[in-house]
């Protein structure tokens, strides 16, 4: 069996005028999330061998304050993330199917339907990722990535 972890950023700041969606940086409270995922990620031993992340500075950061608690591995930062709905996701997720265990850091609503998918085989059957929310999907060590593939094992979110 494989593992996919998929965290949401933690909460970020307000848009404000004159500053880029991609610019926009963590809060004070998401960075206490962040750093709380980091920690149950480290307390259950979902520590990744690959982590791919969206290149806004809000997961960004999320990642570093993660990182900061488990240890730090391997990590790409992949521009197609940001944006991306579960279709582009699975393409991607696929290019690291040699990875025992990869960490996604992106946004939703692509990371919530893409849980949804992965499940239960639909993607218009989500309930919603928090911020810093992460979802631990099991997946079958050979099998394609299609709808329905895994077992979600874990969902937590500070």
Do not use: K
Request: with cysteine; glycine share 6%.
């Amino acid at each position: 069996m494989r593992e996919l972890i998929l965290l949401r950023h933690a909460h970020a700041e307000a848009a404000a005028d004159g500053l880029a969606d991609m610019d926009r940086p963590l809060s004070a409270v998401g960075q206490a999330e962040a750093e709380a995922a980091g920690r149950w990620l480290r307390d259950n031993h979902l520590l990744p061998d690959r982590v791919v992340c969206s290149p806004a500075r809000r997961t960004r950061e999320t990642l570093e304050a993660v990182l900061a608690q488990t240890g730090y591995v391997e990590q790409r930062l992949e521009p197609r993330i940001y944006e991306a709905m579960p279709g582009s996701l699975v393409s991607l997720i696929e290019q690291h199917a040699e990875v025992q265990r990869l960490l996604l850091v992106g946004h939703n609503p692509g990371l919530e339907q893409l849980v949804a998918l992965l499940n239960s085989g639909s993607s218009s059957e989500y309930r919603g990722m928090p911020p810093a929310g992460i979802a631990v999907l099991s997946l079958p060590a050979q099998a394609a990535l299609e709808p329905g593939v895994a077992t979600l094992t874990s969902f937590w979110w500070p």
